[in-house]
Each structure stands twice: as structure tokens, then as C-alpha cells.
């Protein structure tokens, strides 16, 4: 059901419907982070949750000091937060750290795909990203299903094996290739290729990251919002990684290969 509305909002959509689904993404994933890294703090800590949702608009703001104000003014919060609602000196730091990191993990990096939208090709940035993640995601499963026996990560991920992240990374040529010779033709082999490799990279340790948060919480998913799938930050992990790859990528080194 949620994949059917990004790409209607991406394809139909302005800018800002776009930002206003990613702004809904960011509160709930940053809810779903300090549920699993401070369940004890959740119910505080949810205005932070809405205004890291409502930093993702800053892109769209003529002026890009607005970002780093934002990022600048969240860290202030929290520090005058935590300064005032102090239970544990102890922990004090570690909690301080946990609430500046969900910040700079979920709405700055999801911020990127605003910033790709506005690019000249956005929609066609933006749906790269999608197939890379698709792709990579389903040839790494049955490559690895079917012929997995070098374990990649097992402290981390321990049903991911080697064979099925090169798998992945295959599956993410496949995926450029297609939008290539479909939807977006100015992008060239060369380009086609580097960028199958750096955002099925980028995607792969994304998807890594988010299993070390999983297992560091003690949680199995980052929620239940999404039936049968887990939260918000399951399904957008691989793409949390990817989008600052992609963007800086289309910005300094698209069409120069």
C-alpha cells in the first residue's frame, strides 16, 4: 500500500506533496527510533519526533543556512532538554548522543531525496533509487537463498552471506540498466555502472546499519506500523543511505565519465 502512494506523489505530485510524505516518514521513523534506543523517554521525546519531521522541509527553503539553523537549533534543544529533565548524570551523555544521532540519521539524510526531487531529473533520481533498492534487495535474498555459505556480517546480520550482497550488487546493475533503456536515457553506461555500484553499496550497509541498531536496542523490527513488514525505518533504511550517495553524485560527477 505505501509503495503505490510514493510513486503516484513522486509522478504526480509537486515538490512540496512530495516533502509533505517525507515530512510524515521522518516523524514516525524518528518516533520509532527513540521508541527502540529510549522507550522509557518515548513519550517526551515526541516533539522532537514532529519537529525532525518538519526539519525535512528546509530543502524547499530559498536560503540553505535554514538547514544547518535547523540542525543547529535540534542539538540546542536537546541539550537544554536533557540539561532540565536529568534522571541519570551516568546517561546522561549516552541519551544526548542517541537523540542528536536519530536527528542526523533519519530527517537530515532523508532530506536528500527533497534536494534530488529539485534536480532537473529528480523524478528520474528518485525512482533509480527505488529499483537499485528493489533489485538489490531481491537478488541479494535468493542469490543468497540458493547459493549462501560465506556468512558477510553474522554479529550484525547473520542470515546475510557474501554471495548474496554480490548478488545484490548484480541485481543493482540490472536495475540501472533497466531505468537506462526505459525511463532515464540520459544516463550513460559509465554512469549506469558507478552509480549501480556506489548506491547498491550504499544501500547494502544502510540496510546493515539499521540490523546493528536493531541488535544494539534489543528490538527484532524498528516497529509495527507496516503489517507483516516491520516500521517506517525497515523499509527505508536501504534508501537512508542511498539518497545522500545519489544526490552528491548526480550534483558532481553525473555526465562526466
Not at 504526480?12 to 524518528?30: E, M, Q
Not at 547459493?147 to 547473520?158: C, D, I, M, N
Amino acid at each position: 500500500m505505501l509503495l503505490p502512494v510514493v510513486i503516484l506523489t513522486i509522478l504526480k505530485g509537486a515538490p512540496w506533496h512530495f516533502t509533505l510524505l517525507l515530512v510524515l516518514f521522518g516523524a514516525v521513523g524518528l518516533q520509532e527510533f527513540f521508541a527502540m534506543a529510549l522507550p522509557e523517554r518515548r513519550g517526551e521525546l515526541l516533539p522532537f519526533a514532529l519537529y525532525g519531521g518538519l526539519a525535512v522541509f528546509t530543502p524547499l527553503l530559498p536560503d540553505g543556512r535554514f538547514v544547518l539553523m535547523t540542525v543547529a537549533l535540534f542539538f540546542l534543544l536537546a541539550a537544554f532538554h536533557f540539561l532540565f529533565r536529568l534522571r541519570d548524570v551516568a546517561s546522561a551523555g549516552r541519551e544526548v548522543a542517541l537523540v542528536c544521532t536519530a536527528f542526523l540519521y533519519v530527517p537530515f539524510l532523508l532530506a536528500h531525496l527533497v534536494m534530488i526531487r529539485l534536480l532537473p531529473q529528480g523524478t528520474s533520481w528518485l525512482f533509480l533509487i527505488m529499483l537499485i533498492v528493489m533489485t538489490n534487495d531481491s537478488a541479494a535474498y535468493y542469490i543468497g537463498s540458493a547459493f549462501g555459505k560465506h556468512r558477510l556480517y553474522p554479529a550484525v546480520s547473520p542470515n546475510k552471506s557474501i554471495e548474496g550482497a554480490l548478488g545484490g550488487l548484480l541485481g543493482s546493475l540490472c536495475g540501472t540498466l533497466i531505468a537506462k533503456f526505459t525511463f532515464f536515457p540520459q544516463l550513460g553506461i559509465a554512469d549506469a555502472l558507478i552509480t549501480a555500484l556506489l548506491v547498491g553499496v550504499a544501500g547494502q550497509v544502510g540496510d546493515l546499519f539499521e540490523s546493528l541498531l536493531k541488535r544494539s536496542f534489543g528490538v527484532k523490527d524498528s516497529g509495527s506500523i507496516i503489517p507483516g513488514h516491520g516500521g517506517v525505518l525497515d523499509r527505508l533504511d536501504s534508501i537512508l543511505f542511498a539518497a545522500p550517495v545519489t544526490y552528491y553524485y548526480a550534483c558532481y560527477l553525473f555526465g562526466r565519465f
